[in-house]
């Protein structure tokens, strides 16, 4: 058989489609998606000929669908705080907020105190949907927890397996520094 197998926009996907037999006349037609295939519901053509040379009518129709969604998420309105006035020091909770621009899986961030240093104090990381698309990632701080501004990292991936770019940055001008000089 020959398949012909169109992304969501209608075009032929960017990968060559391969077709394997199986036992009992059963064969199978495969293509890998690619960053370039448009998002939406798949089609397919499926033109045959038996072995004197007669076509069969053209299969586009079965059951099962699939939809492409090749739409990368990315997040926004990210601003990071301190449940207090003025520096963090040990004790404080410091809370990362963010919102994606689609559902995503749940994040993975990453905290750093002042000399750079991935902060999870005795597991003290917590990572909350706090609705919607709208997350908070928020660790403790401890007087181990090096002097500076803190920075972070926001991994991410939607539901379809699409990873975002990571996000470093915060988006409202906010920052928050340690301090646990005594």
């Known amino acids: 058989p020959t398949c012909t ?41 499926i033109a045959f000929t038996d072995d004197a040379g007669n076509a069969g009518t053209a299969v ?14 990315t ?19 410091v809370t990362l907020t963010f919102t994606a621009t689609e559902t995503i899986q749940t994040p993975t961030c990453t905290i750093n105190d002042g000399a750079g240093n991935a902060m999870d104090n005795s597991g003290s990381m917590s990572v909350t949907n706090t609705g919607g698309n709208v997350w908070a990632c928020a660790v403790t701080t ?32 906010s920052s928050v520094t340690i301090d646990n000089t005594h």
């Open 60 to 73: 586009t129709s079965g059951s099962g669908t699939v939809t492409i969604d090749n739409t990368h998420p």
């Open 142 to 173: 401890h007087d181990n927890d090096a002097n500076g501004a803190m920075t972070f990292s926001i991994a991410f991936t939607d539901s379809a397996g699409n990873a975002g770019t990571p996000d470093t940055s915060v988006d409202d001008g």
């Open 5 to 45: 197998m169109k992304d969501g926009g209608g075009n032929t996907m960017d990968n060559t489609v391969a077709v394997t037999e199986g036992s009992s006349n059963a064969w199978t037609c495969v293509v890998e998606t690619n960053n370039a295939d448009g998002d939406g519901a798949m089609t397919y053509s």
């Open 75 to 93: 997040v926004g309105t990210v601003g990071i705080a301190v449940n207090n006035d003025g520096g963090a020091n040990n004790g404080d909770t």
